[in-house]
């Protein structure tokens, strides 16, 4: 089955700086690749997310890249503030008839020091 | 509000015991999945259900079961409860190829 691989475990940032977690994958036939923000003690929330057919995708300060020869996706974080802390998932699925069952990294904790 | 509805918040039993969790999906998703997250620890996929039917397994124990009613709500029945399932189980929903949208969580507590 897929595998995903998250790095860093953990990450401390300046405010104002910028913040990027990679992960890989293991199946080249994922085609789906979404980013998950989970406060604690909170549900995870969908900030971001990507199909295969695409190489980046923006949102205001949030960006994933994606490089599907080398199975790695990251998700950049710019001028962070310290309401981005929160421990971030990215995920992997094989999005079909199947349905959308995403394999989840191990989580990166982001700490944005004010 | 992510729209999927999650029941209990919380449930403190003790081992051996045998629970039941329930989730309503958003409207008009018919995918339902369910997810543990053990303390620290990232989200494992247990199982999902698509319309009914069970679509996906993953490395769930023989003692969790789960199913789809009519109306889509779903349930997970935990049995035989260890310590060690003591964890936040949270259901996730979605249109069959569409992002996943988690519910707030059930916080199971074995004592």
């Known amino acids: 089955g897929e595998n995903v691989e998250q790095h860093p475990s953990t990450l401390s940032v300046q405010e104002g700086d910028s913040a990027v977690i990679k992960c890989t994958y293991s199946?080249?036939?994922?085609?789906?690749f979404p980013w998950y923000k989970q406060e604690l003690g909170k549900r995870p929330q969908l900030i971001i997310d990507i199909r295969s057919n695409v190489g980046e995708k923006k949102d205001q300060r949030i960006a994933v890249t994606l490089n599907k020869t080398a199975k790695h996706f990251s998700l950049h974080i710019t001028e962070t503030q310290p309401e981005d802390s929160a421990v971030y998932f990215c995920a992997a699925s094989i999005s079909g008839n199947a349905g959308n069952m995403l394999t989840f990294g191990g989580g990166t904790r982001l700490m944005v020091k004010p | 509000d992510s729209g999927v509805t999650q029941t209990p918040k919380h449930l403190i039993t003790a081992t051996g015991q045998r629970v039941t969790l329930r989730c309503s999906p958003r409207s008009g998703d018919l995918s339902v999945y369910w997810y543990q997250q053990s303390l620290d620890q990232g989200l494992q996929f247990l199982i999902q259900?698509?319309?009914?039917?069970?679509?996906a397994k993953g490395n769930i124990l023989e003692r969790f079961s789960a199913q789809q009613f009519p109306d889509l709500h779903s349930e997970l029945n935990l049995s035989s409860l260890e310590l060690g399932d003591s964890a936040l189980y949270f259901c996730a929903s979605s249109v069959l190829v569409g992002p996943l949208h988690f519910g707030n969580g059930t916080r199971l507590t074995v004592t």
């Open positions: 199946d080249s036939a994922s085609n789906y």
């Open positions: 259900y698509y319309n009914g039917e069970e679509r």
